[in-house]
């Protein structure tokens, strides 16, 4: 009896170590609802079809590459882009029992198109240069918008981590009475960097 419970527990003991060095051996992944983040967009529109802002952004997405996003387009302003306005953004965040929870992060500042500059930070440069722009502020006209790559959000002037989930952003100008003047409409997901 005690050589048939010792092949049995040899046997056991061969199992378990052959079932431990036989697992796929991957990098540490947490799985923390806040940390290093990539933004990979999903749409964009303008927010309100039926308003005739006088800020009309008529932006859409194209995916020409597996990892490249390119935004593409048109805007028309009817007024000038300047520090007058204020610049604002509410992010909702999608909800795990199923939809938008508006306010999740909610931004105001009076000067937009400085604002702008500071968020954008080393992509300022590559924005004017593909939305035909000149600096602050954007005078009033017609621009049509050259490819431009939003896989360079990465290099703005945002938060190095961030909280995981999708997001629907509402940016928004609006003028010294607080009657929105433009308006665009950005989902998103905020993922790990390996995701």
Request: net charge positive; charged share 20%; proline share 6%.
């Given at each position: 009896?005690?050589?048939?419970?010792?092949?049995?527990?040899?046997?056991?003991?061969?199992?378990?170590?052959?079932?431990?060095?036989?697992?796929?051996?991957?990098?540490f992944?947490?799985?923390?609802?806040?940390?290093?983040?990539k933004?990979?967009?999903?749409?964009?529109?303008?927010?309100?079809?039926?308003?005739?802002?006088?800020?009309?952004f008529?932006?859409?997405i194209?995916?020409?590459?597996?990892?490249?996003?390119l935004?593409?387009?048109?805007?028309t302003?009817?007024?000038p882009?300047?520090?007058?306005?204020?610049?604002?953004?509410?992010?909702?965040?999608?909800?795990?029992?199923?939809?938008?929870?508006?306010?999740?992060?909610?931004?105001?500042?009076?000067?937009?198109c400085?604002?702008?500059?500071?968020?954008?930070?080393?992509?300022?440069?590559?924005y004017?240069?593909?939305?035909?722009?000149?600096?602050?502020?954007?005078?009033?006209?017609?621009?049509?918008?050259?490819?431009?790559?939003?896989?360079?959000?990465?290099?703005?002037?945002f938060?190095?981590?961030?909280?995981?989930?999708?997001?629907k952003?509402?940016?928004?100008?609006?003028?010294?009475?607080?009657?929105?003047?433009?308006?665009?409409?950005?989902?998103?997901?905020?993922?790990?960097?390996?995701?």
């Open positions: 009896m005690d050589q048939f419970l010792k092949k049995i527990i040899a046997i056991n003991i061969f199992i378990s170590l052959n079932s431990i060095f036989s697992i796929e051996r991957t990098p992944m947490p799985n923390l609802p806040v940390g290093p983040f933004t990979k967009f999903k749409f964009v529109s303008i927010c309100n079809d039926t308003i005739d802002y006088p800020l009309k008529n932006y859409y194209t995916k020409p590459t597996p990892t490249q996003i935004l593409k387009g048109n805007i302003f009817n007024i882009l300047d520090d007058r306005l204020y610049f604002n953004f509410n992010m909702a965040i999608w909800s795990k029992i199923g939809g938008w929870k508006d306010n999740a992060f909610i931004y105001k500042n009076k000067g937009a400085l604002t702008m500059k500071f968020f954008m930070k080393n992509m300022w440069n590559e004017l240069s593909k939305h035909h722009f000149t600096d602050c502020p954007i005078k009033p006209g017609f621009y049509k918008v050259d490819s431009y790559d939003l896989s360079q959000v990465a290099e703005a002037n938060p190095n981590q961030f909280f995981y989930g999708s997001y952003t509402s940016l928004y100008f609006t003028d010294e009475q607080n009657v929105q003047v433009g308006c665009i409409l950005f989902i998103s997901d905020v993922l790990r960097p390996w995701e």
